[in-house]
């Protein structure tokens, strides 16, 4: 019923930066917390980062200071600002609301 639909992946160079974007839309009537994981060949999925209606961020340690995550919270749309990208940082990135719904992902590729 409630889908999440992402866009602004691609492949970028290391150190540059790529802006991901996550809206929901459904029978939701509204949503606490939204964020972003990622998953690469042959690893676990991973939280990237949370964030509340109230404005409560929580980031991996492996991101912060790098990414910013922010939202609209009256349009149900959350969005990771990804900047100083790394070649780890390749992998599918999928939005997440209220912990238990999942976006279909979008690759982001860093390489040179």
């Known amino acids: 019923q409630v889908q999440l639909v992402e866009s602004g992946g691609g492949l970028v160079q290391p150190g540059g930066s790529l802006r991901l974007s996550c809206a929901a839309s459904?029978?939701?009537?509204?949503?606490?917390?939204m964020g972003w994981y990622r998953q690469a060949p042959g690893n676990q999925r991973e939280l990237v980062a949370t964030?509340?209606?109230?404005?409560?961020?929580v980031y991996a340690d492996s991101v912060k200071g790098r990414f910013t995550i922010s939202r609209d919270v009256g349009k149900n749309t959350v969005y990771l600002q990804m900047t100083r990208l790394k070649p780890e940082d390749t992998a599918v990135y999928y939005c997440?609301?209220?912990?238990?719904?999942w976006g279909q992902g979008t690759q982001v590729t860093v390489s040179s």
């Open positions: 997440n609301a209220l912990q238990t719904i």
């Open positions: 459904g029978s939701l009537f509204s949503i606490n917390t």
């Open positions: 964030i509340t209606s109230g404005g409560s961020v």
